[in-house]
């Protein structure tokens, strides 16, 4: 097993993780999900928004955004959306505007099309991160922003061997452990569209940062 991750082996793993996920990751990215979800509504006015949370899962998130928010959220795994649908019925939520199976990389989305970008825990899951923040930037309007929440990896160190020993593993689950936070540095250079406000630590361990990237204004 290599340590690549393939979009359809990633819809497979998260189709399996759908029953289950909310259980296992629920409580242990609250504050992260809150967290993102304050720095996203902060940069918007209430009624007149739109903001795309890729990678949204089962929906877990949004109920906690404000009913003024208007969300659309997209996901490559049909079983984690399904859930999200769910959710959005049972709890009236009508301003989740669309929720869609759709690829990162590749969304069918016009330009300028979103006034925030969202993605939770979801940057080091896909095959090609760097072409999906490349799409964040091209569906976003100058000025607006990307927040992120992300794992960061050691890269050196114990920590560091431990994450690329676990590499194997976690890519059969879906995920990647070794992700260094030069990574993103190293995109958002090439980019050039970008500019970092803010990289905080999060729980659990620090293990975790919230990122966020404003567009620059044409």
């Known amino acids: 097993m290599t340590a690549d991750l393939g979009t359809a082996a990633v819809a497979a793993a998260y189709d399996r993780w759908a029953p289950i996920y909310d259980l296992v990751?629920?409580?242990?990215?609250?504050?992260g999900r809150r967290d993102a979800i304050l720095a996203a509504e902060s940069t918007i006015t209430p009624g007149d928004n739109r903001?795309?949370?890729?990678?949204?899962?089962?929906?877990?998130?949004?109920?906690?955004?404000?009913?003024t928010t208007q969300l659309t959220g997209i996901d490559i795994s049909d079983a984690m959306l399904a859930k999200a649908r769910a959710r959005k019925a049972r709890l009236g939520l009508d301003n989740v505007e669309e929720l869609a199976v759709m690829d990162a990389e590749a969304m069918n989305f016009a330009d300028a099309s979103f006034d925030v970008v969202v993605a939770q825990y979801v940057i080091t899951a896909v095959p090609d991160p760097e072409a999906a923040l490349d799409e964040f930037v091209r569906v976003l309007k100058p000025g607006g922003e990307i927040v992120i929440t992300t794992r960061i990896g050691a890269n050196i160190g114990l920590r560091g061997a431990i994450e690329k020993a676990l590499m194997p593993l976690t890519t059969r689950l879906g995920f990647r452990t070794e992700f260094p936070v030069a990574r993103y540095e190293s995109w958002a250079r090439t980019n050039g569209e970008v500019a970092l406000?803010?990289?905080?630590?999060?729980?659990p361990l620090g293990h975790f940062s919230l990122l966020r990237y404003r567009k620059k204004l044409a």
């Open 25 to 31: 990751f629920g409580k242990v990215f609250t504050q």
């Open 51 to 67: 903001v795309l949370e890729v990678g949204v899962g089962t929906g877990i998130s949004l109920p906690q955004y404000a009913r």
């Open 197 to 203: 406000i803010e990289n905080r630590p999060l729980p």
